[in-house]
């Protein structure tokens, strides 16, 4: 099969189209003929070796970890899923190529495209992730940190669906496309507690962080409580009694959960740009350069 490939960390350059061999699908997995993926930050921050500690990589390796595409293939144990489906969610060994081995899926919802479904397993099971230790949200007021990017904007929209009020923080440019969303937009940085205070002066309830910038210890002075605040981006989290979470473990059900919120219109995944996959390279650049809105999809 066709597919991206690197065989050594590095920068973009190390990524290049070759042949590889077709994976299959074991025991409660499937593989699907994968139509399009998209760039997270993991991805490039695996393929530079900075989560090599954590993330141990073999060579040559395929990039990514989200796909959508058609069911060709159906492991054993594996129910409610046929050949011929279309599917979304997260693989087993990367994502970039002609095949790809899932094992966390749900179908795509009809409103969506493949391109959407492509952008929002990894980002839609962090998000909800993220919000699982704030509890209730209904009728709460809540802090999003880094609303804009694939993670915080999927977050804006599944903590409205759950009765929050949300003010997102992003770059002034990105404040119309929080407002589409939903939320009450206020630009990052030095200051936040201030400007945040002006639009939510009864306080904020709750607080995600999406973004790992450094805010974490004033996010949490602002609310009043670590308990009520989350992070899925600071490493540094446990220090201020923050929770760490992570959309991987858990992808076998906040997936599912993503997909039922896509058919109601509830959550809608957001694309800045398509590239082919002969120009994943520079998909990896864009993401890398940060202030992303939204998700950065390849098309097969």
Do not use: C
């Amino acid at each position: 099969m066709r597919a991206v490939l690197f065989h050594q960390y590095g920068g973009p350059e190390v990524l290049t189209v070759d042949d590889a061999p077709e994976p299959h699908a074991g025991p409660g997995e499937i593989r699907v003929r994968v139509a399009a993926t998209s760039v997270n930050p993991v991805d490039w921050k695996i393929r530079a070796g900075y989560m090599a500690q954590f993330i141990p990589t073999t060579f040559p390796a395929v990039p990514g970890s989200d796909a959508a595409g058609i069911v060709d293939e159906v492991g054993e144990g594996v129910t409610g899923v046929q050949a011929g489906d279309r599917v979304f969610g997260l693989t087993r060994d990367g994502a970039a190529a002609e095949l790809a081995v899932l094992t966390a899926w749900a179908g795509v919802p009809d409103g969506w495209s493949m391109e959407q479904a492509a952008a929002a397993g990894l980002a839609s099971s962090t998000a909800i992730a993220g919000l699982e230790p704030l509890g209730d949200l209904t009728g709460r007021t809540v802090l999003i940190e880094g609303a804009a990017g694939g993670v915080g904007s999927a977050a804006v929209e599944i903590a409205i669906a759950r009765g929050a009020t949300v003010i997102g923080t992003a770059s002034e440019h990105n404040h119309d496309f929080l407002r589409e969303l939903g939320a009450t937009p206020v630009t990052y940085g030095d200051g936040l507690a201030d400007r945040v205070r002006a639009v939510a002066p009864g306080g904020v309830d709750a607080a995600l962080d999406t973004a790992g910038s450094g805010s974490l210890a004033d996010i949490v002075a602002l609310v009043g409580d670590a308990a009520r605040v989350s992070t899925v981006a600071d490493f540094g989290a446990a220090a201020l009694g923050v929770a760490l979470a992570s959309g991987a473990p858990n992808a076998g059900a906040n997936i599912p959960e993503a997909a039922r919120l896509g058919r109601s219109g509830a959550y809608t995944p957001r694309l800045q740009n398509t590239y082919p996959l002969e120009k994943l390279a520079d998909a990896h650049t864009h993401v890398q350069g940060g202030h992303t809105r939204g998700k950065v999809v390849i098309t097969l």
